[in-house]
């Protein structure tokens, strides 16, 4: 697992990947952050980490699109079914790889935070529990990634996919105002990743919203394994 470990987050910066999505997600964070808080001399911090939320939808599909879809295309992946370890170790190998990288960029950011205490007084605890969110938010993404690149082997379709299943997860709640229907309401408002975030940005760390990140989480490392067990016996 330590191998395909440390080789999946080489590979990250032996192509262009890994550096296009650092610069993205630094400049474009960077960027949101200075036009809802510096801009306006505003120490208060919901309207940036949402937006670097949505970022997400087209980020986290480029570090994810490759992981699996590339193995499939290059005929390398039967040198991960035939290897020691087991299936579940080559997933998760792959998981750590991308959330080391996200995580690792989102810890980042937080120097944006240093001007914000030179006029206000945000709250600390506040702003870790957001960046706690985001790095959540963010593992759950990559899980639904690494399940569709894991049904494809082209790359482009990987990362579209990804980015509308994502972006459902997002905009879920947001289609409630044009549903009569109070169980499909109560459907969207569960399965919506929006609306959980949002209590984070209330200064609320909510441990059923952790919960619900980790399972998916979760459930898209269990449906890739799946999909390789298949393909395995196939």
């Not at 999505?21 to 940036?48: D, E, G, I, K, R």
């Not at 290059?74 to 997933?91: A, D, I, N």
């Not at 706690?132 to 049904?151: D, E, H, P």
């Not at 969207?188 to 399972?215: E, H, K, M, Q, T």
Request: hydrophobic content about 55%.
């Amino acid at each position: 697992m330590g191998a395909i470990y440390k080789k999946e987050l080489r590979a990250y910066f032996t192509t262009p990947v890994g550096y296009i999505f650092v610069a993205a997600l630094l400049l474009l964070s960077a960027v949101a952050f200075s036009f809802t808080t510096l801009q306006v001399q505003s120490w208060h911090t919901t309207q940036y980490f949402t937006l670097t939320l949505f970022i997400y939808v087209v980020l986290v599909p480029v570090l994810t699109m490759k992981s699996f879809s590339e193995e499939r295309r290059t005929k390398t992946e039967q040198m991960l079914l035939t290897s020691p370890v087991s299936l579940t170790g080559m997933v998760m190998a792959k998981y750590f790889a991308a959330m080391t990288l996200l995580s690792g960029v989102v810890l980042v950011t937080a120097i944006y935070w240093i001007p914000l205490y030179e006029y206000g007084e945000p709250e600390t605890a506040v702003l870790i529990g957001n960046m706690i969110a985001l790095i959540l938010a963010g593992s759950a993404f990559v899980g639904v990634g690494l399940f569709i690149s894991s049904l494809t082997e082209n790359q482009m379709v990987s990362c579209v996919v990804t980015i509308v299943v994502i972006l459902l997860f997002l905009v879920a709640t947001f289609a409630n105002s044009y549903i009569n229907s109070p169980a499909l309401r109560t459907m969207l408002r569960w399965i919506s990743v929006f609306s959980r975030f949002g209590n984070f940005n209330n200064g609320i760390f909510d441990i059923a919203a952790v919960l619900y990140y980790l399972s998916i989480t979760a459930v898209g490392i269990f449906l890739t394994v799946r999909v390789y067990e298949k393909r395995r016996w196939g």
